[in-house]
């Protein structure tokens, strides 16, 4: 969820689930101090706030810090593309010869593309 790089925690929330379906209930947040330097701690994590994505029902699950509590955002699907190749303009600048970044933002439109994972 969260990394402070000055004192080496990452913050994280349990999935409580046993099964594959995640249960994300707990919201006692827990704290991690992990090793100082690449050689030990390996690649610096990546945090994010959203805590799942449900495409069926048009829902995304995200954590908000401020209220140490989950919102859920529902949202409506302008555009699905699937299998799309890493050669495509959707995902890929010819111009720049590499690959767009995400998410991307049109504030005009108000809508945001991003390439979702399960």
């Given at each position: 969820?969260?990394?402070?790089?000055e004192k080496n925690v990452?913050?994280?929330?349990?999935?409580?689930?046993?099964?594959?379906?995640?249960?994300?209930?707990?919201?006692?947040?827990?704290?991690?101090?992990?090793?100082?330097?690449?050689?030990?701690?390996?690649?610096?994590?990546?945090?994010?706030?959203?805590?799942?994505?449900?495409?069926?029902?048009?829902?995304?699950?995200?954590?908000?810090?401020?209220?140490q509590n989950f919102a859920?955002?529902?949202?409506?699907?302008?555009?699905?593309?699937?299998?799309?190749?890493?050669?495509?303009?959707?995902?890929?600048?010819?111009?720049?010869?590499?690959?767009?970044?995400?998410?991307?933002i049109d504030k005009s439109?108000?809508?945001?593309?991003?390439?979702?994972?399960?």
């Open positions: 969820m969260d990394f402070d790089k990452v913050t994280i929330i349990r999935d409580m689930g046993k099964d594959d379906k995640p249960r994300l209930q707990l919201l006692a947040a827990g704290h991690l101090r992990i090793a100082q330097g690449p050689a030990e701690s390996g690649a610096e994590p990546k945090p994010g706030k959203r805590m799942k994505l449900d495409p069926n029902n048009r829902q995304i699950v995200i954590y908000v810090p401020a209220v859920t955002i529902t949202y409506t699907l302008v555009e699905q593309k699937d299998n799309v190749p890493p050669s495509d303009p959707a995902v890929y600048d010819a111009a720049e010869g590499k690959p767009k970044k995400f998410p991307a439109r108000k809508t945001l593309r991003s390439i979702p994972s399960g």
